[in-house]
């Protein structure tokens, strides 16, 4: 089977399941099958949430020991990020941070986003060619969220989108 970007999520999927880390779905990726019903063409990347404390040091350890994973260079990324490759593709495992109303992500190594938490409580879904996808509790607010209220606008991003056009993101200067 040829590789393609619904099997290395679901293969970043059933590898994070496998070790008791929940995922979900978001971004370019849960944009494109709410609003065209499928993957966007372009995509070679999937980013794929999870909750930063349940990343424990035995799933690390589990992580850290396959191939095929690697964790970013806290001087060039976010402390936390898990890439997995399979073929051309790359799946980026985000770790959510949450707090007693709200969450946040970091975008880069000095920006982030702010979310309200209920888009990460309770366990959503979405069927994309008989798979089974986690996604956010509120889907199109996390869209709207993310994108702005013109999220369903999906020619506006057709071409690319840049994280620098999120809504409710901060640029942060460490010293």
């Known amino acids: 089977m040829k590789d393609s970007l619904e099997q290395t999520i679901q293969e970043g999927i059933h590898f994070a399941r496998d070790i008791g880390l929940p995922t979900m779905l978001g971004f ?3 944009l494109g099958l709410l609003t065209i019903g499928k993957f966007f063409e372009r995509d070679v990347e999937a980013d794929l949430m999870f909750p930063y404390h349940q990343l424990t040091d035995d799933k690390f350890r589990e992580i850290e020991s396959d191939p095929r994973y690697w964790l970013t260079d806290p ?3 976010p402390k936390g ?4 490759k399979l073929g051309s593709y790359r ?3 985000l770790p959510i941070y949450t ?3 709200f969450a946040f992500s970091n975008i880069s190594a000095n920006a982030f ?3 309200s938490k209920h888009h990460f409580l309770g366990n959503n879904t979405i069927t994309y060619k008989g798979y089974t996808y986690p996604i956010p509790n509120d889907p199109e607010g996390f869209l709207k969220s993310w994108y702005g209220d013109d999220w369903r606008d999906y020619k506006k ?3 690319g989108w840049n994280w620098t056009e999120a809504k409710n993101y901060s640029e942060v200067k460490l010293s």
């Not at 990020?81 to 997995?84: N, S």
């Open 113 to 115: 986003h702010v979310w």
């Open 28 to 30: 370019s990726n849960l």
């Open 99 to 101: 707090f007693d109303k």
């Open 157 to 159: 991003r057709a071409k």
């Open 81 to 84: 990020i898990i890439f997995f």
């Open 75 to 77: 001087s060039m990324m």
């Open 91 to 93: 799946v980026s495992y």
